[in-house]
């Protein structure tokens, strides 16, 4: 962890705990890195719904080509927070209104689901226009990913055969402007199976519009760039990505590829940092319980991983009694919830962890507190802090989101 960023959390009171810390350096830095590993031609959206905390969303807008929504709660939101920014409506099971609300914002994009959903986008459009592009499940062999949307019979896009359908739609409704083709296949991808799946995607894409005369210029792969739990430092090498789209991109010459990657982005600068509450051991078995827990930061019950994690010690101890304490063995992180599901990591080597040490949870800058079953026991919510080392440190906001 970076000094800053452990000052910050050494400022927070008891009382701030749980706390999700965001670092926005790191954020922007990382950001920096992702863009100037891309080529040109390629453009980055960001997948909002990993993480669409208002402060971590204006400072993506600074490095992104826009933002990929897939709710009206989403769209709204970005919306509000960053007007002039780019939109692109994707995600299965828009409602009517969400489709008439989306058209009435002027989003630039809409990924269509179904045929279903482009006639009910047909029938809405009146005097307006929108670019559509297709979202296609395609029948690749994708191995071993964190998560599968595609490849097999799933709810997420359209098999190839059902595209004709949609392109009569298209015929008969000229304000409708098909752009390109839209895949979001798989989360979890190394930078080569992801390139090989690009690649795949492209020449398929390619060929289908060549044989329906399609006028072809987008094509967008989606997000899934993977992020590994086990190994913090390991991040997806978007060097050698970039690298491998540049050959990819000069057979495609008049494709504008584009990613929407979303934890890729953000997770690395997110830390959700508690307190031990108890130490205890069960049949030669060491337990820590934490404040907060799995209600709070739901990734690892999600992903079934361990939460990286870093102790931060904390020497107050007032009390008369012995500070119970683990040594040099494995321990269980749990949270305060009472299910046997509450578990943050499992048997963690630890040299030493006390009652009354911070936790500071790496890693939970995606996915996390937004996919977390916030009032389940009525616990307190965490507070949000924002680091910035641009500003003083008390810009960092206090506010505990209301239970
Ligand atoms: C359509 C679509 N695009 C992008 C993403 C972002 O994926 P990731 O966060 O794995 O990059 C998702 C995630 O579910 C998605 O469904």
């Not at 047909?122 to 307006?128: D, P, Q, T, V």
Request: hydrophobic share 40%; proline share 7%; glycine share 8%.
């Amino acid at each position: 962890m970076r000094s800053a960023l452990l000052e910050h959390i050494g400022r927070l009171t008891d009382d701030d705990l749980p706390a999700y810390v965001y670092d926005l350096p790191e954020l922007r830095e990382h950001l920096h890195a992702i863009r100037t590993a891309l080529p040109k031609r390629v453009e980055l959206l960001y997948a909002a719904k990993a993480n669409s905390d208002p402060r971590i969303l204006r400072t993506l807008a600074e490095h992104v080509d826009g933002f990929e929504v897939a709710s009206g709660g989403e769209l709204s939101h970005v919306r509000g927070l960053v007007p002039d920014a780019q939109i692109a409506f994707g995600g299965p099971g828009k409602t009517e209104k969400e489709l008439a609300r989306a058209l009435d914002a002027g989003v630039q994009r809409l990924h269509i689901e179904s045929e279903q959903e482009l006639r009910l986008v047909a029938a809405l459009l009146g005097h307006r226009s929108v670019d559509v592009l297709l979202r296609v499940n395609l029948p690749v062999v994708l191995g071993r990913v964190a998560l599968a949307m595609g490849g097999h019979p799933s709810p997420f896009g359209m098999d190839p055969a059902r595209l004709d359908r949609c392109l009569e739609v298209i015929a008969s409704a000229p304000r409708l402007r098909l752009r390109g083709l839209h895949f979001h296949l798989a989360s979890g991808l190394g930078e080569r199976p992801h390139l090989a799946l690009t690649d795949e995607i492209l020449t398929w894409a390619e060929d289908w519009a060549h044989h329906r005369a399609v006028d072809l210029t987008e094509v967008n792969v989606g997000g899934g760039m993977g992020v590994d739990y086990t190994h913090p430092r390991r991040k997806f090498d978007w060097r050698a990505f970039g690298a491998g789209l540049r050959p990819l991109l000069a057979r495609h010459p008049r494709l504008t590829l584009r990613i929407e990657p979303g934890r890729s982005v953000t997770a690395y600068c997110g830390w959700y940092v508690t307190q031990v509450l108890d130490i205890k051991f069960s049949r030669g078995h060491a337990f820590a319980v934490l404040r907060g827990g799995t209600h709070h930061l739901r990734t690892p019950a999600a992903k079934q991983h361990d939460q990286p994690f870093e102790v931060i010690p904390d020497d107050r101890w007032a009390r008369p009694w012995q500070r119970p304490e683990a040594c040099d063995e494995p321990v269980t992180l749990v949270g305060q919830l009472c299910t046997p599901k509450d578990v943050l990591a499992r048997g963690a080597m630890v040299e030493r962890l006390r009652v009354g040490d911070r936790v500071a949870f790496a890693m939970a800058g995606a996915y996390a507190w937004n996919i977390s079953h916030h009032a389940f026991l009525m616990h307190p919510h965490p507070t949000f802090h924002h680091v910035d080392d641009a500003e003083s440190p008390a810009s960092g906001g206090y506010a505990r989101q209301p239970s």
